[in-house]
């Protein structure tokens, strides 16, 4: 999970009250062994229907959390965000910069692909170009 946390992303609203039950039920699991360890081995008998009960709702609370939606939602604090970028030098830049614009002004064109080896920029060039959509 920690990978679909990465910046820019917050676990849902039902993941958030999922993983706080987690916690809960934790910490009754604890307290019941806590119990059951302090017990005499005649008393630990009747602490059998508890430990069934808890394993009960364990097993429903895993049935619960599948979340075949996901985990993570956009953190919209992040949305329209100016980001910080190193200045870019070279024709080659601007250039790519120039034809990316275009493209995301053009209303024919759905998606833009923009690739290559690493280090030779992309990211700082998208950094540009967020921070010039957020400018006009």
């Keep these: 999970m920690s990978t679909e946390l990465r910046s820019r ?7 958030q009250i999922w993983l706080e039950d987690v916690e809960r ?13 302090k017990s005499s081995a005649i008393t630990r008998g009747f602490r059998a229907e508890d430990v ?18 996901g985990l993570v939602v956009d953190n919209p604090q992040w949305i329209g965000q100016v980001l910080s970028v190193t200045a870019l030098s070279g024709e080659a830049a601007q250039a790519y910069i120039e034809e990316i614009w275009l493209y ?5 064109v ?6 290559g080896m690493g ?9 540009l170009i967020n921070n010039q959509i957020l400018k006009e």
């Design 52 to 69: 069934l009960k808890m394993l009960k709702e364990v097993e429903e609370h895993i049935q619960k959390g599948k979340f075949h939606e």
């Design 25 to 37: 039920i934790d910490c009754e699991i604890q307290s019941l062994d806590g119990r059951i360890g």
């Design 119 to 127: 280090g030779v920029g992309k990211t700082s060039i998208m950094k």
């Design 104 to 108: 995301l002004m053009d209303d024919e």
């Design 9 to 15: 992303k917050k676990l849902k609203r039902d993941v």
């Design 110 to 115: 759905q998606k833009i692909g923009f690739c």
